[in-house]
């Protein structure tokens, strides 16, 4: 069996993946496990309900129908991953070195994030503003049709901020604490939240559970991403003193507790004012600002964002490799010392 934590190469294993990723990216072809994911969720929904809430379930069955769909489908992605490694290690050690570091790989996601990002960069430098409001709309929940090129330079902006924590960030953390299959897990309680945790009629209660779970895990992760992007943004040459003090200011300015953190970040440091009101599916939502920049956003700061986000995930890579080195270091003096 295989070890839960630190398995196959430790710092090695998060060194390939992330270099994987940034060769390879997401190709729209490849069948990626949040596909998966999201077809459990989807086919999951109706089974659950109808287990505990019936015909007519109280809150409390839909939330108890909520945190059972929740749990199985992340139980079922992390034993998936752990033993699609098991089963390879019986091949040896380098198979099984290879399907982590390609589970790992699949874990996270600046590539993507960044190719995304820069669509709407080169529609947004050539002018076009509905090719620009329809590259934003594959990356931001909010209605695009309707805003201005600021606003959807702002979104972008936004987006990759945001995407730091969760989609780079958070995944890289587990991943350096666990193993792929503990990253997998994570991913998979993102998607969760991504599709059933709205505060709406629907989901208010069957999705408790599974928004709740997504806040837990992404805590710290979120805040470790904001003190990397602050780095990032010193070594980038940006203003990492204001990033600072508008973290510091509005780090909360979002209804999620983690959201607004590189957010907040991000603002200070392209000393632009991110945020504000947003329309989704068609009803306004009255947001609180984030920063206090002056100017007009411009497109270059997509890219500086991708700047800040590629930054921060190249120096959680480096102190975790670090990190891991060192303990492995420990522990092998520790049993052989």
Same mark, same amino acid.
């Given at each position: 069996m295989i070890p839960l934590f630190l398995p196959y190469g430790g710092a090695v294993l998060l060194a390939a993946a992330f270099a994987l990723d940034a060769a390879a990216g997401d190709p729209p072809w490849f069948p990626h496990p949040v596909r998966g994911i999201g077809f459990l969720v989807e086919r999951g929904e109706p089974l659950f309900r109808r287990i505990f809430c019936g015909k007519a379930g109280t809150p409390a069955a839909e939330r108890a129908a909520g945190a059972a769909l929740a749990v199985s489908v992340s139980a079922f992605? #992390?034993? #998936? #991953? @752990?033993?699609?490694? +098991?089963?390879?290690? %019986? #091949?040896? %050690?380098?198979? +099984?070195?290879? !399907?982590?570091v390609f589970a790992a790989y699949l874990a996270i996601s600046p590539r993507c994030l960044r190719d995304e990002a820069v669509t709407v960069y080169r529609k947004a430098a050539a002018g076009d503003l509905a090719g620009a409001r329809k590259a934003v709309s594959r990356i931001v929940g909010r209605d695009t049709e309707a805003l201005s090129m600021e606003k959807v330079i702002k979104a972008a902006v936004e987006s990759v901020a945001e995407s730091l924590a969760d989609g780079v960030i958070a995944p890289l953390f587990y991943l350096s604490l666990g193993g792929p299959a503990l990253a997998m897990l994570y991913k998979a309680v993102n998607t969760l939240d991504s599709m059933i945790g709205y505060k709406n009629e629907r989901y208010i209660n069957f999705g408790r559970f599974a928004a709740k779970l &997504? &806040? /837990? =895990? /992404?805590?710290l992760p979120a805040r470790i991403a904001a003190c990397l992007m602050i780095a990032a943004a010193a070594i980038l040459r940006l203003d990492a003193k204001n990033a600072l003090r508008v973290y510091r200011r509005d780090r909360f300015n979002h209804a999620s507790p983690n959201s607004a953190h590189c957010e907040a970040v991000c603002a200070g440091a392209l000393a632009l004012t991110l945020g504000g009101d947003a329309v989704y599916g068609g !009803? =306004?939502?009255?947001k609180p600002a984030i920063g206090d920049g002056? %100017?007009?956003?411009?497109? +270059? &700061?997509?890219?500086?964002? !991708?700047?800040?986000? @590629?930054?921060?995930a190249i120096i959680f890579v480096i102190l975790a490799s670090c990190l891991l080195t060192g303990l492995r270091a420990a522990l092998w003096g520790a049993l052989w010392g």
């Amino acid at each position: 069996m295989i070890p839960l934590f630190l398995p196959y190469g430790g710092a090695v294993l998060l060194a390939a993946a992330f270099a994987l990723d940034a060769a390879a990216g997401d190709p729209p072809w490849f069948p990626h496990p949040v596909r998966g994911i999201g077809f459990l969720v989807e086919r999951g929904e109706p089974l659950f309900r109808r287990i505990f809430c019936g015909k007519a379930g109280t809150p409390a069955a839909e939330r108890a129908a909520g945190a059972a769909l929740a749990v199985s489908v992340s139980a079922f992605t #992390f034993a #998936f #991953f @752990y033993a699609a490694i +098991a089963l390879a290690l %019986r #091949f040896g %050690r380098l198979p +099984a070195f290879a !399907v982590s570091v390609f589970a790992a790989y699949l874990a996270i996601s600046p590539r993507c994030l960044r190719d995304e990002a820069v669509t709407v960069y080169r529609k947004a430098a050539a002018g076009d503003l509905a090719g620009a409001r329809k590259a934003v709309s594959r990356i931001v929940g909010r209605d695009t049709e309707a805003l201005s090129m600021e606003k959807v330079i702002k979104a972008a902006v936004e987006s990759v901020a945001e995407s730091l924590a969760d989609g780079v960030i958070a995944p890289l953390f587990y991943l350096s604490l666990g193993g792929p299959a503990l990253a997998m897990l994570y991913k998979a309680v993102n998607t969760l939240d991504s599709m059933i945790g709205y505060k709406n009629e629907r989901y208010i209660n069957f999705g408790r559970f599974a928004a709740k779970l &997504d &806040d /837990g =895990l /992404g805590w710290l992760p979120a805040r470790i991403a904001a003190c990397l992007m602050i780095a990032a943004a010193a070594i980038l040459r940006l203003d990492a003193k204001n990033a600072l003090r508008v973290y510091r200011r509005d780090r909360f300015n979002h209804a999620s507790p983690n959201s607004a953190h590189c957010e907040a970040v991000c603002a200070g440091a392209l000393a632009l004012t991110l945020g504000g009101d947003a329309v989704y599916g068609g !009803v =306004l939502e009255r947001k609180p600002a984030i920063g206090d920049g002056s %100017r007009l956003a411009c497109p +270059a &700061d997509i890219v500086r964002a !991708v700047h800040l986000m @590629y930054g921060a995930a190249i120096i959680f890579v480096i102190l975790a490799s670090c990190l891991l080195t060192g303990l492995r270091a420990a522990l092998w003096g520790a049993l052989w010392g």
